[in-house]
């Protein structure tokens, strides 16, 4: 359930409406503080105000339309919802356009009343890690990069990165294209005593073999053709912090030999030089696939493996730790919304389960491609795309139709096509729902069908 921190004001006169609403809302798991008037909910209304508002629009004192008012002043980004009686609907849809966050009409199930609640946390939670993400990336709060992630595996990584992090043990990070191993190089640095020194990434895959070696040794002038003045390599430039050597499987031979030198001896000569140059870097390196069958075909040494992997961190598959997906996924839209100045988008339950159910070859890579498509409106799935723009010229009649059959073809689809089980879900009675569903084209089960 959503907590963090997160609580709910609810407004209400009638003391045992609101002890019943308050106690449906807890036992759902909210934190809930329940307030007999508009202006001791006030009290308690800031911009960091962590949460949302629940209010009667009729009360004694301010109305609930007065709280919105206030709430908007002090607050704007906190949802509010409104409760009304049947004679308020219209100014209910008013406050909708005066930017309530919904209303919920009396009598209402407790069901509707936690529903309701739940999706305007989401939007508020939503607002406050998208607040603190631009404060992220704005400088204001360095820290080290985050691992998303709540599956056992990202745990036990999480685990290894605060143990072996504040050493200088040499790590070998062992993932599939794009399943995030220069994150956790970075993760590493950021949390060992090298932070404020370079963090240096070579991919050694997209290196040419000529330029290997003047690109991790560097050169002085006249070492070759067009080496007109000193180029400090990799190495060097790394030393005091940490050299992240990605794609190691694909490192020459020849530069095996001279990198293991290195990494024993502690010192390198630039091209063209007899001056040795001491270096102190500690060493990350990243490979995919199975480091002991490129040792068996003679293409990796094993005594460089044997350099590299005093420890070794696994970072499996995103298709292995599903759970991890929609966490990921929702970290990446509140980054592509900062980044494209977008507003990030709250998945529906439709959403997250299409996301899980991908089988994600790319990994972590391709999630974070889809969210920015996402954010951007050109998502590739008809399930994550956005409406298309010419609904907002329709006229609000056809609108409204639109999202009724969607509604209702949504219900019919979660009660197996039962009418009576998607009768009770929408608090409809069965008669209006078939003829809704006869108006709308849509298929369904009758009672002995289920």
């Known amino acids: 359930m959503l907590n963090d921190g997160l609580r709910v004001l609810y407004v209400e006169d009638d003391e045992l409406v609101r002890r019943a609403s308050v106690q449906s809302l807890q036992l759902a798991g909210f934190e809930v503080i329940g307030h007999a008037s508009a202006e001791s909910a006030a009290k308690m209304i800031s911009a960091d105000f962590s949460g949302v508002i629940v209010s009667d629009i009729r009360l004694p004192g301010a109305s609930g339309l007065e709280?919105?008012?206030?709430?908007?002043?002090?607050?704007?980004?906190?949802?509010?919802?409104?409760?009304?009686?049947?004679?308020?609907?219209?100014?209910?849809?008013q406050a909708m356009r005066d930017g309530a966050y919904d209303f919920i009409e009396k009598p209402f199930a407790s069901e509707r009343l936690i529903e309701t609640v739940r999706r305007a946390l989401e939007r508020r939670k939503l607002v406050l890690e998208n607040l603190a993400l631009r404060r992220e990336l704005a400088g204001q709060n360095t820290v080290a990069p985050r691992i998303i992630g709540r599956s056992p595996a990202i745990e036990q990584v999480r685990r290894l990165i605060a143990n072996i992090a504040p050493t200088d043990a040499s790590v070998l990070i062992n993932g599939d294209t794009g399943a995030g191993k220069e994150l956790i190089a970075r993760s590493l640095h950021e949390l060992s005593p090298r932070r404020d020194k370079p963090f240096i990434a070579v991919n050694c895959g997209a290196l040419p073999e000529p330029m290997f070696e003047s690109e991790m040794?560097?050169?002085?002038?006249?070492?070759?053709?067009?080496?007109?003045?000193?180029?400090?390599?990799?190495?060097?430039?790394a030393s005091g912090g940490t050299l992240f050597l990605d794609e190691i499987e694909s490192m020459p031979l020849a530069l095996q030999v001279k990198l293991l030198r290195v990494l024993q001896d502690g010192v390198?000569?630039?091209?063209?030089?007899?001056?040795?140059?001491?270096?102190?870097?500690?060493?990350?390196?990243?490979?995919?696939?199975?480091?002991?069958?490129?040792?068996?075909?003679?293409?990796?040494?094993?005594?460089l493996l044997y350099r590299l992997n005093v420890v070794t961190i696994a970072l499996p598959p995103l298709g292995e730790?599903?759970?991890?997906?929609?966490?990921?996924?929702?970290?990446?839209?509140?980054?592509?919304?900062?980044?494209?100045?977008?507003?990030?988008?709250?998945?529906?339950?439709?959403?997250?389960?299409?996301?899980?159910?991908?089988?994600?070859?790319g990994n972590v890579r391709e999630l974070r491609n889809a969210a920015d498509r996402f954010v951007l409106g050109v998502a590739d799935d008809p399930v994550m795309s956005f409406a298309d723009d010419s609904v907002a010229t329709q006229p609000l009649k056809e609108r409204v139709e639109q999202f009724e059959r969607a509604v209702i073809a949504e219900a019919l689809e979660q009660a197996g096509g039962v009418v009576a089980v998607a009768a009770d879900k929408l608090q409809l009675g069965k008669a209006t729902l078939y003829e809704k569903i006869k108006r709308y084209g849509l298929a369904a089960k009758g009672e002995g069908e289920r």
């Open 67 to 93: 709280l919105l008012a206030q709430c908007h002043e002090r607050a704007p980004d906190v949802p509010v919802i409104l409760v009304t009686g049947h004679g308020d609907i219209s100014m209910a849809v």
């Open 217 to 237: 040794f560097g050169y002085e002038p006249g070492a070759f053709t067009g080496a007109a003045k000193r180029r400090i390599g990799k190495l060097e430039h």
């Open 268 to 303: 390198l000569e630039r091209l063209g030089s007899n001056q040795p140059i001491r270096v102190n870097c500690r060493v990350v390196a990243a490979a995919k696939g199975d480091m002991a069958e490129h040792v068996s075909d003679g293409s990796f040494r094993r005594d």
């Open 321 to 361: 730790r599903r759970e991890d997906i929609v966490p990921l996924f929702e970290h990446f839209l509140l980054d592509a919304a900062v980044r494209y100045q977008r507003p990030a988008p709250i998945l529906t339950d439709r959403q997250r389960a299409s996301l899980m159910q991908r089988d994600w070859p």
